[in-house]
Every structure is written in C-alpha cells, then in structure tokens.
C-alpha cells in the first residue's frame, strides 16, 4: 500500500470517526438531558372507573432502572450503526477528491491535456476541480510555449553556426586561397558571429524581462528615450528613416536597465520594418497618474489579427524579409516582457496607412519608499 493510499485511507476513517463521535455524543445529550429527567416524573392514572377528568390516587411511572438500561442498549447499538453511516458518508465526500489526485498523478508534461472535468454536484470540491483545470490549461499553453521558443532559438543559433562552419570550410578548402579570399571570409564570419551575439543578448534580455523587476529607481522616460534617439540616428540616416522625438517629463519607477532595453526595441523595431523615406515619431508624456510613451512608425500594411503575434519570441511578419540577418524576432517580445515586470499596460494598434502605433503605459511617480533611491522589489 503506497502512501498516498494510507493517507487517503486515513482521512477517510478519521471523517468517519469524527461522524460518529458527533453522533454518539448527540446520543449522549439525549440521554442526559431528556430521559434522566424521565425516570422522575410520575404519571397520574385514574382510579377504578372515575370520569378521566377526576384523579384520585398516583401510580408510578417508568422505573429508572428501565429507562437507563433501554438508553444504554440504544447507545451500543448506536455506535456500530454511527461507524457505518460516518464510512459512508465520508466516501461519499472523498469521491471527488479521489478524481483530483488519481487524474492529478496521470497528468506530467506529456500528458497536460487531461481534463478532471468534475460534474455535479456544484460545491467547494466542484469548483477546486474547475481551478485545477484551469491551472493545468494555462500549464499546457505554457509547455508548449516552451517548446516551440526552444526550438526556434535552437534554429535561430544553429543557422548561423552552419553557416559559419560552411564558410570556413569552403576557404580551407581552396588550395589558391590568397589573403585577399581569407581577409574576405573572416569578416563574414565576424559578421555571422555578431549575429549570433546578437541573438545572444537579445535572449539574455528577454529572460531579464521574464525574471521580474528586481529594483525600482525613479526615471525619467524622457531621458531615457533622448539617449537611445541618439544613439539610433546614425542608423536611422542610413536607412533613410526620420527619427523625430516630442519629449516631456514623464516620472516613473522601474529598472533603468530594463526600461532602457524596452525602448531600444521599440524604436529598432519601428526603424527595421519602415522604408526610405519613412518616419519614427517617439512621444513621452505623463497622462493622469500615469507615464505613457508612445512610438509610431510608417512602413507596410500590418493585418489586424496578426499584432499580437508580434508580440510572441521569434514571430515575424514576413519571415522571406530577413535573410540579411538584420532581425532576430524577439525585439517586441523584450518590450512585451518589460511592460508585464512593470506592471504596465501595452497597446499596438495597425496605422491604416502602414506600419504601427505601440504606446506603453507605467504606473506614474517615484518609487513607494524613496524617490529617486533605490528599492528591492521582491
């Protein structure tokens, strides 16, 4: 007999130990309280063949004797019957919990589609079974989740690594390879090589973002957003994409590192998937209690039902777009992340005319304790 079986064995007669307990101790009060007094009242007959209306005479009532002997057999009889009912009752209430744990130890990662599926009747047993299906939902688009980032960013690092590899074996290959070809094929594995470094912080920072915020300091989005603006132009000129800013004071707490990376992503992503021509427009603002950054960018016709897909790891799209290794999928991943560590509220809307409008929305002013120090938040 396994353990969890002498567990639930064990509950089930402690259910019915305290059923019959409560009952033998009812029978008990009965006892004490209605048949001792009994066995001292009289009762009063009539005598001979008086009318009923006239009483001449007592007689004794019940013998005490009697009545405690036919309470006491009543209360041995009592218990064996309490026991029964208290046995049954108690697997009558264990059944559903007996469900829980025997669908519970079936499911495993493998296996998460398993539903307990708990019928009537409507009670506190019903409704533990309904969250624990819920949990095992959200657990299975989880896993799945999982897998499928796991094997995207296996095949997002293995492209490369291929590729790095084909191209340093074809140049060792080449018996009349002059320094020109070798110079040649080194800067392209150095460019395959800060793709892959690339993918690597773009992943660090994805499960920084996933992990929480660890430290609230008082920040300012305006300051934030004009250093990465500038940081961005250079880039920006070349593709022949205007970056324009619109920046007022917008307070909040957060982790700068964090925040930092959320607007990076934004304004890299907006810049990627734009066209000559185009513009990034990046907006900071505080809007009530709340600090709000916004930024909208021209480029293609983006479908509505396909926005928040963008917002998944490795999600692209137009995936025949990036064979130029200029993208990695997981930079509105990052921002989707960051926002949930803070606690922010995210919008993406298509522009009908191309390309998107992302506002983020943080919980306004200093950190609770201190502003402009620094907190754990934990």
Same mark, same amino acid.
């Given at each position: 007999?396994?353990?969890? *079986? !002498?567990?639930?064995?064990?509950? !089930?007669?402690?259910?019915?130990?305290?059923?019959?307990?409560?009952?033998?101790?009812?029978?008990?009060?009965?006892?004490?309280?209605?048949?001792?007094?009994?066995?001292?009242?009289?009762?009063?007959?009539?005598?001979?063949?008086?009318?009923?209306?006239?009483?001449?005479?007592?007689?004794?009532?019940?013998?005490?004797?009697?009545?405690?002997?036919?309470? /006491?057999?009543?209360?041995?009889? +009592?218990?064996?019957?309490?026991?029964?009912?208290?046995?049954?009752? *108690?697997?009558?209430?264990?059944?559903?919990?007996?469900?829980?744990? =025997?669908?519970?130890?079936?499911?495993?990662?493998?296996? +998460?589609?398993?539903?307990?599926?708990?019928?009537?009747?409507?009670?506190?047993?019903?409704?533990?079974?309904?969250?624990?299906?819920?949990?095992?939902?959200?657990?299975?688009?989880?896993?799945?989740? !999982?897998?499928?980032?796991?094997?995207? =960013?296996?095949?997002?690092? +293995?492209?490369?690594?291929?590729?790095?590899?084909?191209?340093?074996?074809?140049?060792?290959?080449?018996?009349?390879? #002059?320094?020109?070809?070798?110079?040649?094929?080194?800067?392209?594995?150095?460019?395959?090589?800060?793709?892959?470094?690339?993918?690597?912080?773009? +992943?660090? /920072?994805?499960?920084?973002?996933?992990?929480?915020?660890?430290?609230? #300091?008082?920040?300012?989005?305006?300051?934030?957003?004009?250093?990465?603006?500038?940081?961005?132009?250079?880039? *920006?000129?070349?593709?022949?994409?205007?970056?324009?800013?619109?920046?007022?004071?917008?307070?909040?707490?957060?982790?700068?590192?964090?925040?930092?990376? &959320?607007?990076?992503?934004?304004?890299?992503?907006?810049?990627?998937?734009?066209?000559?021509?185009?513009?990034?427009?990046?907006?900071?603002?505080?809007?009530?209690?709340?600090?709000?950054?916004?930024?909208?960018?021209?480029?293609?016709?983006?479908?509505?039902?396909?926005?928040?897909?963008?917002?998944?790891?490795?999600?692209?799209? =137009?995936?025949?777009?990036?064979?130029?290794?200029?993208?990695?999928?997981?930079? &509105? =991943?990052?921002?989707?992340?960051?926002?949930? *560590?803070?606690?922010?509220?995210?919008?993406?809307? /298509?522009?009908?005319?191309?390309?998107?409008?992302?506002?983020?929305?943080?919980?306004?002013?200093?950190?609770?304790?201190?502003?402009?120090?620094?907190?754990?938040?934990?």
């Amino acid at each position: 007999m396994t353990f969890r *079986a !002498q567990a639930r064995r064990s509950l !089930q007669t402690r259910l019915a130990l305290a059923y019959a307990a409560g009952v033998y101790a009812a029978g008990v009060l009965v006892l004490v309280f209605v048949a001792v007094p009994l066995t001292t009242v009289e009762a009063a007959t009539p005598k001979g063949g008086l009318s009923p209306g006239a009483v001449t005479g007592t007689a004794p009532g019940i013998g005490p004797p009697h009545l405690l002997a036919g309470s /006491a057999a009543a209360l041995v009889l +009592l218990v064996p019957v309490a026991l029964a009912l208290g046995w049954f009752v *108690a697997g009558r209430f264990l059944r559903p919990l007996r469900a829980i744990t =025997a669908t519970a130890q079936m499911i495993s990662a493998g296996n +998460l589609h398993r539903r307990l599926d708990l019928g009537e009747p409507a009670d506190e047993l019903t409704e533990l079974g309904h969250t624990l299906d819920d949990l095992f939902a959200r657990l299975h688009a989880s896993f799945d989740a !999982q897998r499928h980032f796991v094997a995207n =960013a296996s095949h997002e690092l +293995l492209t490369p690594l291929a590729g790095l590899r084909t191209l340093l074996e074809v140049a060792l290959a080449d018996p009349g390879a #002059d320094t020109r070809s070798l110079r040649s094929a080194c800067e392209e594995a150095l460019t395959l090589g800060e793709h892959q470094e690339r993918l690597v912080r773009a +992943l660090l /920072a994805l499960a920084t973002g996933e992990r929480g915020v660890t430290r609230r #300091d008082a920040l300012d989005l305006a300051r934030i957003a004009g250093d990465v603006l500038g940081s961005r132009r250079d880039r *920006a000129a070349e593709a022949g994409v205007d970056l324009t800013g619109h920046l007022a004071p917008a307070v909040t707490a957060g982790d700068p590192r964090l925040v930092e990376s &959320l607007v990076a992503n934004l304004v890299d992503n907006a810049v990627r998937h734009n066209h000559a021509g185009g513009h990034v427009e990046v907006t900071t603002r505080t809007s009530g209690a709340r600090a709000t950054l916004t930024v909208v960018n021209s480029g293609p016709v983006v479908p509505a039902d396909q926005i928040r897909r963008l917002f998944h790891p490795f999600q692209r799209l =137009a995936p025949e777009r990036h064979g130029r290794h200029d993208g990695h999928g997981l930079g &509105l =991943a990052i921002v989707d992340a960051v926002t949930r *560590a803070h606690h922010a509220t995210l919008t993406a809307a /298509a522009r009908p005319e191309g390309g998107l409008s992302v506002t983020v929305r943080f919980p306004g002013g200093p950190p609770p304790d201190a502003a402009g120090g620094t907190s754990d938040h934990r």
